[in-house]
């Protein structure tokens, strides 16, 4: 099973751009669709962002369409979500999530990095 490392979170003033990263290892990366989530204080972990195995679609989240851009690079083992013109309330928790092309749920969860978006 893939082995995920989240990084890149950190404090920006809102207007500001932050990257994040997630590093997987132990699994045949490029077999596996990619997912970004987030988790306010006090809410529930919501779903940002996803690209497909092949890197042929994505799809986000209202809130983060236009802002936010996941990419991946299969060749390094990593996945990307460009976070721009951030706004307080993206203040959270992000994971990075795994879920193998042929399964219907999100396999594997990294830690979190925390992402702090001041006024």
């Known amino acids: 099973q893939v082995q995920l490392v989240e990084s890149g979170g950190g404090l920006v003033q809102a207007g500001g751009s932050l990257r994040l990263s997630c590093a997987a290892s132990g699994g045949t990366f490029s077999r596996y669709n990619m997912g970004w989530f987030r988790q306010a204080p006090g809410k529930e972990r919501e779903f940002v962002a996803a690209?497909?195995?092949?890197?042929?679609?994505?799809t986000y989240t209202g809130s983060v369409k236009g802002r936010f851009t996941i990419s991946r690079d299969n060749a390094k083992n990593a996945v990307y979500l460009q976070m721009n013109s951030l706004k307080p309330e993206d203040t959270a928790v992000y994971y990075c999530a795994a879920q193998y092309f042929s399964s219907p749920n999100y396999d594997a969860w990294g830690q979190g990095t925390q992402v702090t978006v001041s006024s």
């Open positions: 690209i497909r195995w092949i890197g042929d679609s994505t």
